[in-house]
């Protein structure tokens, strides 16, 4: 059992869970992910993690409630466990394994959109442990859901907030305040990490191609097994089939099939409105 030290909501729909284990603590990395089950017939619900803490043996999970398991998962507390809490799994970041010093030379620039803004923040929490500031663009659809402000601007070097109401920061999507910084405000960037909704990856990396900034980005779709069995997370990049789960989940953006990924994740729609009625039952 894994047990929840601290469970907290940090806007509407999104919560933050800080959870003992101390296994998969020791072996994180930036862009990793686990997999948590509630209990012996509880879904196996892929989740990001936002942040860990290998002395401490905790890992911090954040995720938004969109289908029975999750909403199951918004109601436990501190003290409560997950049956299961396997990881980390899939590749780390490609950059964990580049020469320090070539990495310093670049300028990187992360955009995590809604919820995408918890696995963005122990990427650039990396960068900054490594003496790398890099530039962050987070957006959501209000202020009120704007989450990890305070965490992302203690590590970035800049950061640019946008709201789609147009509340706080920049008013409007992260694509258009990519293109005000690059148009307008001159910036180069020779690397962009975007994570967040399958669209706004999408869109992201149609801005970054045009203005040819190499782009990866972290690919969310439905997992079942996560150790490349059951072929859930497949998903077309460039000419290749790959599984997001052991391939990945991060891929060059610009070969992603976005659309095929979006039309895949929206066959299990129907399976989990009935699973929600059940669970309200
Ligand atoms: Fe089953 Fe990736 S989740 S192959």
Redesign the pocket.
């Known amino acids: 059992m894994y047990k929840i030290l601290e469970a907290k909501k940090l806007a509407e729909n999104i919560y933050l869970m800080n959870v003992e284990a101390p296994r998969v603590a020791k072996h994180c990395e930036p862009g990793q992910f686990v997999i948590v089950k509630i209990d012996e017939k509880g879904e196996r619900v892929p989740l990001t993690i936002c942040d860990y803490d290998a002395e401490a043996g905790t890992v911090t999970i954040v995720f938004q409630t969109v289908g029975a398991s999750t909403k199951r998962m918004a109601d436990l507390k501190a003290g409560d466990s997950f049956r299961d809490f396997t990881g980390p799994l899939g590749c780390p970041s490609e950059f964990v394994n580049e020469d320090i010093e070539e990495l310093k030379k670049k300028n990187i620039l992360f955009i995590g959109g809604g919820v995408g803004a918890a696995p963005v923040y122990p990427q650039v929490k990396w960068m900054k442990q490594h003496g790398i500031d890099v530039d962050v663009i987070v957006g959501s659809k209000t202020k009120d859901m704007l989450i990890l402000e305070d965490e992302m601007k203690a590590v970035s070097g800049n950061y640019y907030p946008c709201t789609d109401d147009g509340s706080y920061g920049h008013s409007g999507m992260v694509t258009t305040k990519l293109e005000q910084l690059v148009k307008e405000e001159g910036k180069k960037y020779d690397l962009c990490v975007a994570i967040g909704p399958m669209i706004m990856m999408k869109f992201a990396c149609l801005m970054t191609k045009d203005l040819g900034i190499p782009t990866i980005v972290s690919m969310n779709p439905i997992?079942?097994?996560?150790?490349?069995?059951?072929?859930?997370?497949?998903l077309h990049v460039g000419d290749e089939i790959k599984?997001?789960?052991?391939d990945g989940p991060e891929f060059d953006g610009h070969l992603v099939n976005f659309d095929e990924a979006m039309k895949r994740q929206a066959m299990y729609k129907t399976e989990e409105g009935r699973a929600l009625l059940k669970l309200q039952e």
């Open positions: 997992m079942v097994d996560g150790t490349g069995m059951c072929g859930a997370c497949r599984f997001a789960c052991v």
